[in-house]
């Protein structure tokens, strides 16, 4: 990772780095942090030759070598202190709440703008929806593009920003003409490739942010922030990981609960830790359990299945999502737990 001397590069000394780099076949990945433009080198970097000319170089402060998988993501890199913001909530200092259906019903917009108006008034600061559904069983609801035109409503009546999953090229483009703010990577498609590269290329220096679930089967931690690495690396840094619980499931939760990791990742990469729940435990009755731990465990917010009356609703919210009621309390509690960790 390059550092300049100066807050970035002009643009004859970023071609003159990029001549350089591909001489020893590496190119440079520009990533726009909130204070300074800092440069990966992305390529097998192990070139003594091709560093010293780098450090020689008058504009440039310093090179660093992160010997990781993952060196934008890194706890020691230069973007650790790279701030994610959204409506408001300055994230890892402020608790980020997304909350709202599992699955938008395009036959009952008015359950999602009620729900709307009353997660945001329980505290959330984003709404969630999913607009196209990955579904276990093939002839199950599998969403519907009609969905998102209702989300869009939704927002606009709130003013709450969007979280949105998106599975594939098609759907990110739409998502991004709609300018959906967090853009989810569900636990299906955490580790492909293709579109975590895809999402990190289309958003690179935009201040849309990336959720990237847990993939279900991944159990090296490892493998988690390199996947998160991918879109850095493709030119968005602005990810946060979302736990969501893996398989098998633990008698009659969905999955095995999985709030614990929270303190591994955090000691190794600055990505926020958003903890989704209702999927990690999959019985709205226990959806406050898991967020209380997860928060108290460290997570930087919440990425809850909440709905107007859960009973109508479609998806995993008849038996995963709770009342928005139960929310605002929910809200409360953990706002109790974070500062007892802060103090
Ligand atoms: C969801 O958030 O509704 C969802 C499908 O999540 P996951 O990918 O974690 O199952
Ligand atoms: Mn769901």
Redesign the pocket.
Known sequence: MIISKELKLTDAQLAEVEAIVAEFDCRIQVIVGAHRCVYAILGDEQHELMFNRLIGLPYVDRVDRIESAYKLMDLRGELASHPIEINGCRIKKDILVIAGP??VDPQNPNALYETAEAVKEAGAQVL?G?VW??RTVPYSYQGDTAALELILEARDRTGLPLNI?VMDGWQLDMALEAKVEIL?I???NALNYSLLKEIGQKTQNTETLVLL?RG?HMAPIDEFIAAAEYVAAGGNPNVML?P?GTLPGLDDYRNHPDESIIPLLKRKTWAPVIY?P??AVGRGEFVPHSSKAAIAYGADGL?I?AHIDPATGI??DPKQAITPEKLGRLIKDVEVISSLGRS
């Open positions: 599992c699955t969630r999913g559904k990955p999953e989810q569900g636990t299906r679930k279900r979302c969501r989704d209702s999927h990425n299945e998806g995993d």
